[in-house]
């Protein structure tokens, strides 16, 4: 039932572990580099991929259905030089892509280099799935069972994936 947990907004950082360490929360939804700083800081953390109990998009962009509709080039270029970036940062070394990128960027953490090459490669697996065809592509199978499960703990009263993704400029790639 919905009402059977009580839900709390908390911000996605480390600082969401103290709050279950004072038993103020039992749980906490964060992104893959919150628990990286988490272990890499020592703490005993128990943590799993949302996905293994509701199969769903890892990552997602997002506009609105009239920049799609209007800006369809724009969004390609973006998403070409998206997947360009991604390609290059999996075949490059991890240390040498921090290093290089942070002498043209101020990049939080970056001058922590093995960690933030720890965090760059844990993220990796929500970037892409080991075929590059599929790079950037939407899985509908997982657009479904997520509509499926906000439906059934009542986050949304009804839907189809298709309302919420397009391949429209993707398929493009």
């Not at 709390?8 to 929360?25: C, D, F, M, T, Y």
């Not at 703490?43 to 990552?59: C, F, H, N, R, Y």
């Not at 965090?119 to 509509?147: I, T």
Request: charged letters at 25%; a negative charge.
């Amino acid at each position: 039932p919905l009402d059977a947990a009580r839900r709390e907004a908390v911000g996605n950082s480390p600082g969401g572990w103290g709050l279950i360490q004072q038993g103020r929360i039992d749980a906490h939804i964060v992104s893959i580099g919150t628990t990286t700083s988490l272990t890499e800081a020592g703490e005993k953390i128990l943590m799993w991929g949302t996905s293994d109990a509701v199969a769903m998009p890892g990552q997602a962009y997002f506009a609105l259905r009239e920049t799609v509709q209007k800006e369809p080039d724009l969004l390609l270029k973006i998403l070409r030089a998206e997947k360009a970036s991604i390609l290059e940062v999996k075949r490059t070394d991890g240390r040498v892509m921090v290093e290089r990128l942070s002498r043209q960027w101020e990049i939080e953490g970056a001058k922590q280099v093995d960690f933030t090459v720890r965090a760059m490669r844990d993220e990796e697996a929500l970037w892409w799935q080991d075929n590059p065809d599929l790079l950037l592509k939407n899985d509908a199978g997982s657009w479904s069972s997520m509509v499926g499960g906000m439906v059934k703990v009542g986050l949304i009263k009804s839907g189809q994936a298709s309302q919420f993704y397009t391949d429209e400029i993707v398929s493009r790639l």
